[in-house]
């Protein structure tokens, strides 16, 4: 199984809502990432896990949550976002720190 | 600060024309360096990445890139291109300090023409 699944992929959600978005792989990487890409734009990394620690929170709002409950999961956790928060939500795994091979589809949100 | 810069944001060209997207970046370090490419409403997938070893390094579907250490240059090539290769195609280096930080350039948009 080489892929990385992320749902939902699509939420809509309002200002005052709290939502998850879900990423999942079973290729054993122990490296799991967060990342942001508006339209017309590369993406921008959030967070990374590394054997299920925080490794990386690239100054991020406390708006956005992130959560590894173990290896083969990440979740982030939405609550009082922004509509320029709107955008979509990838998330990846690695084996190591080499670099990323595998991205999921994304979750794309819309923030009203 | 470490960036990667990508010369051109739109390439247009003709089924059958060659194409080289250029990528340069800052950074003294070693780095490993990528290519992705995300079609139209797909995800995006790695196309090659160079580690180390010989510069050139052949990826998917005809594509290859060249890494020049002097230049800080790893530019995309593929001598024929074909409507299927419409995409945006985004350079990206993990900088090799057992860290996991991947920056990735601003990506070019490539239109091929039928």
């Known amino acids: 199984d080489t892929e990385v699944t992320q749902t939902p992929k699509h939420l809509v959600m309002g200002m005052t809502n709290k939502k998850s978005l879900k990423c999942e792989q079973h290729m054993g990487h122990r490296a799991m990432y967060w990342y942001k890409q508006k339209a017309k734009k590369p993406p921008e990394l959030m967070f990374v896990y590394s054997y299920e620690k925080l490794s990386i929170n690239e100054s991020v709002p406390s708006r956005f949550s992130p959560e590894c409950p173990n290896s083969s999961l990440l979740n982030l956790h939405l609550h009082a976002l922004q509509p320029e928060d709107s955008a979509l939500y990838l998330c990846?795994?690695?084996?190591?720190?080499?670099?990323?091979?595998?991205f999921g589809p994304g979750t794309r949100l819309t923030v009203l | 600060a470490q960036s990667v810069s990508q010369h051109n944001h739109h390439v247009i060209l003709s089924e059958a024309a060659s194409l080289e997207l250029g990528c340069n970046y800052s950074?003294?370090?070693?780095?490993?360096l990528f290519w992705y490419v995300q079609y139209p409403g797909q995800h995006l997938q790695l196309l090659l990445k160079?580690?180390?070893?010989?510069?050139l390094v052949k990826g998917i579907k005809g594509f290859e890139a060249e890494f020049i250490k002097s230049k800080f240059s790893f530019n995309l090539r593929k001598p024929s291109v074909q409507w299927s290769d419409t995409a945006e195609y985004f350079c990206a280096v993990t900088l090799n300090t057992g860290g996991f930080k991947t920056i990735f350039g601003a990506g070019t948009r490539l239109f091929v023409k039928a």
């Open positions: 160079y580690f180390s070893g010989d510069p």
């Open positions: 990846a795994s690695s084996q190591d720190s080499e670099g990323i091979r595998f």
């Open positions: 950074y003294g370090g070693t780095v490993n």
